[in-house]
């Protein structure tokens, strides 16, 4: 039971135009979200992030939105470049618990093309 | 500034071979993980460390070991490779396994390709 889901494999853009890249959940106790970026033959990268107390998070092209009463979230990318082709991961994490870790469980991770 | 590096990069195995995927990372990070990405199926935790001295199973701990060596290395060990556990397999590490926002953020390594046939 996937409890971060990434509908969509793959999303293809015009180069300038809006990106938007979807994430659902089904655990209402994740109270923050992130997204990361990965370029073939590297390791994921740390994109950007929103707690649940907010709904809106903006830094430079990127901007997250977090509908909590729908369990979705969306990663927009405005414009869009060539070299913001990669593979998008959301991920969620619940409070902490004390003593034990707090996890993140990802979504299967969506391909961007973004063409010239 | 290497952040977090795994070895090797590439592996190949045939059934029933043993082998080691080494992690270390130089940003005195508390807390170390070890992840499997599979087509269709995102990242799922195999194992990890939350601090030096203790490990725990993840989503997918079965057919697998770690180590926590000390602060800086955390390994992972298949006993008996099946072909069920060709993937990429990645490392990351973070301050804190805890609560604050920025401990969430996850440092992760370039990945180690395994195949095992």
């Known amino acids: 039971d996937q409890q971060v889901k990434q509908n969509s494999p793959s999303l293809s853009v015009q180069e300038g135009r809006i990106s938007i890249l979807n994430c659902d959940y089904t655990n209402s106790m994740f109270d923050y979200f992130l997204w990361y970026k990965k370029y073939p033959a590297e390791g994921p990268t740390f994109l950007i992030s929103?707690?649940?107390?907010?709904d809106k998070n903006e830094d430079g092209r990127f901007t997250v939105f977090l509908n909590k009463s729908a369990k979705h979230l969306s990663l927009h990318i405005v414009p869009s470049q060539p070299g913001d082709s990669a593979v998008y991961f959301c991920a969620a994490t619940p409070p902490v618990i004390s003593g034990s870790a707090r996890q993140l469980t990802f979504g299967s991770g969506t391909q961007l093309t973004v063409l010239p | 500034n290497a952040g977090v590096t795994q070895t090797p990069k590439f592996q190949v195995l045939k059934t029933g071979q043993s082998m080691t995927l080494q992690c270390a990372q130089d940003m005195n990070h508390n807390s170390m993980y070890w992840y499997r990405q599979d087509p269709g199926m995102g990242l799922r935790l195999i194992y990890y460390?939350?601090?030096?001295?203790?490990?725990d199973k993840g989503e997918v701990p079965n057919g697998y070991n770690v180590s926590r060596l000390n602060k800086r290395e955390f390994s992972l060990r298949l006993e008996s490779a099946a072909p069920s556990q060709t993937s990429v397999y990645f490392c990351a590490s973070r301050v804190l396994a805890g609560a604050t926002s920025g401990a969430n953020v996850l440092t992760f390594g370039a990945g180690s390709r395994l195949t095992v046939l």
């Open positions: 929103i707690s649940s107390i907010k």
């Open positions: 460390s939350a601090s030096e001295g203790t490990t």
